[in-house]
Each structure stands twice: as structure tokens, then as C-alpha cells.
């Protein structure tokens, strides 16, 4: 049993910023990528960043350069910094891990988070 604990979103003003964090807990063995998503109402849910465990990051195009995604492997957290929000950052906020629960086999395990409200507005 594995759970992902979300935190840190809320209102924030138009050019503000949030952090985001998320902890996975529970029959953890190793954790390979994490990543953020985000759904905004009437919208799929879409890719926000991702890291893996060395540390590679990847970012959507709408999102570079304003976010950064970041990990502390021994806490098994990764965080989400959000800097020059927009209107259009508003959206419900999922964190994602690729798990492995064993050392007795290979298979991972896709693990979301409850999800965390960012809602940016004036």
C-alpha cells in the first residue's frame, strides 16, 4: 500500500507564486520518475513536469522557465516550485510516481495523488 500526500496549493494573485509538495509513503522500495499534472476544468489532464531519480527533468513548453520541479530522494518527496503564475495555471494539481514496492522483482507501479487546488486569480 503506497499513498501520495499532496500539499501546498491555494489562491494566489496573478505574477505570485506557490510550492507544491508531494510525499509518497507506505511499501516503498524504490521510486523512478515523479511527476506533476494538472487538470483544469473541461480539459484533460496533462503533463506538468516529470524527474527522474538522477535528477533529468522535463517541462511542458507552457510552464518553462516560470516552474521547476525538484526531488529529495531520502524524504521520497519531489516539489513543484511555481513562480509568474498565470490565470491559466489554474487547475486541479496531481503528483505521479513510478514505484517499486520489492526488491524481489522489477515491476513498477503507478501511483497519483489525491490531488491539490491551484487556483491563481485576482
Known amino acids: 500500500q503506497v499513498q501520495l500526500v499532496e500539499s501546498g496549493g491555494g489562491l494566489v494573485q496573478p505574477g505570485g507564486s506557490l510550492r507544491l509538495s508531494c510525499a509518497a509513503s507506505?511499501?516503498?522500495?524504490?521510486?523512478?520518475?515523479m511527476g506533476w499534472y494538472r487538470q483544469a476544468p473541461g480539459k484533460q489532464r496533462e503533463l506538468v513536469a516529470t524527474?527522474?531519480?538522477?535528477?533529468?527533468?522535463n517541462y511542458a513548453d507552457s510552464v518553462k522557465g516560470r516552474f521547476t520541479i525538484s526531488r529529495d530522494n531520502a524524504k521520497n518527496t519531489v516539489y513543484l516550485q511555481m513562480n509568474s503564475l498565470k490565470p491559466e495555471d489554474t487547475a486541479v494539481y496531481y503528483c505521479?510516481?513510478?514505484?517499486?514496492?520489492?526488491?524481489?522483482?522489477?515491476?513498477?507501479?503507478?501511483?497519483w495523488g489525491q490531488g491539490t487546488q491551484v487556483t491563481v486569480s485576482s
Open positions: 507506505g511499501s516503498i522500495f524504490s521510486i523512478n520518475a
Open positions: 524527474i527522474t531519480y538522477g535528477g533529468s527533468t
Open positions: 505521479n510516481a513510478d514505484i517499486r514496492r520489492t526488491p524481489w522483482t522489477g515491476k513498477m507501479y503507478d501511483y
